[in-house]
């Protein structure tokens, strides 16, 4: 049966519109970016068979263009119009941040980095760089690797945060095992940072991890 053979309350589209994006499930969603699906499959049919094949909605978003094109109805252009929307949600949590303090809006915080961060397959070191005022200047992805006090280095981090004439910064990186929690390497390299940047008035707010669920924050822990 098509989709528009069904009540109209259980069109993904229509109860959409009806009741906001949050009533949908994660494969009504999907059938509205797919819009079509494939013979003997309707739309929400050919997702719900994509989140299978690929074990979950994070999964299927951050598979890589031969991972994505190989499954049923998926391709090139498909892969395009994702990474479309993922960027213009990332410029969207951006413009949220940069309209307040960053430090008064923590859970603006978490969930721009989790965007920029919790897909990366490798760890990413970055820093959200701040105004007087805390507004965010700009996020920098400073280093790539391994997280340690030899491959993050304190004289860069102190360079970008001059050259953004920052007041304050955010140290973020990514935990691609999953676990947010902080390692005693991340603990050390925290107090480096801090020490280095504290010698051009520059603080160091937090430092979150990026894992599965939701980032940790050193400050909120009492770890800075």
């Not at 109209?8 to 079509?36: H, M, V, Y």
């Not at 307040?100 to 978490?110: D, G, I, K, L």
Request: overall charge neutral; charged content about 20%; proline content about 4%.
């Amino acid at each position: 049966m098509s989709i528009r053979d069904w009540p109209a309350a259980e069109r993904p589209r229509e109860k959409l519109l009806g009741s906001g994006a949050g009533s949908l499930s994660d494969a009504e969603l999907l059938a509205i970016f797919l819009r079509t699906g494939v013979t003997g499959k309707s739309a929400v049919d050919l997702a719900r068979h994509l989140l299978s094949s690929f074990g979950s909605l994070r999964a299927l978003l951050e598979a890589d263009l031969p991972t994505f094109s190989q499954q049923l109805g998926l391709g090139p252009a498909k892969f395009a119009q994702l990474q479309a929307v993922l960027e213009m949600a990332r410029r969207h949590l951006a413009e949220n941040l940069g309209k307040t303090s960053a430090r008064n809006t923590p859970e603006a915080v978490r969930d721009y980095l989790k965007a920029l961060l919790r897909h990366e397959p490798h760890e990413v070191f970055g820093c959200l760089f701040l105004d007087s005022k805390h507004r965010v200047l700009a996020f920098e992805a400073l280093f790539h690797g391994s997280i340690d006090c030899t491959s993050v280095h304190p004289r860069q981090v102190v360079k970008r945060a001059l050259a953004n004439n920052a007041a304050a910064l955010i140290l973020a990186h990514n935990h691609p095992s999953g676990s947010a929690e902080p390692s005693q390497a991340d603990q050390v390299l925290t107090v480096r940072l801090t020490d280095a940047l504290a010698l051009v008035d520059v603080r160091v707010l937090d430092h979150f991890i990026v894992g599965d669920g939701e980032p940790y924050s050193m400050a909120e822990h009492g770890l800075i």
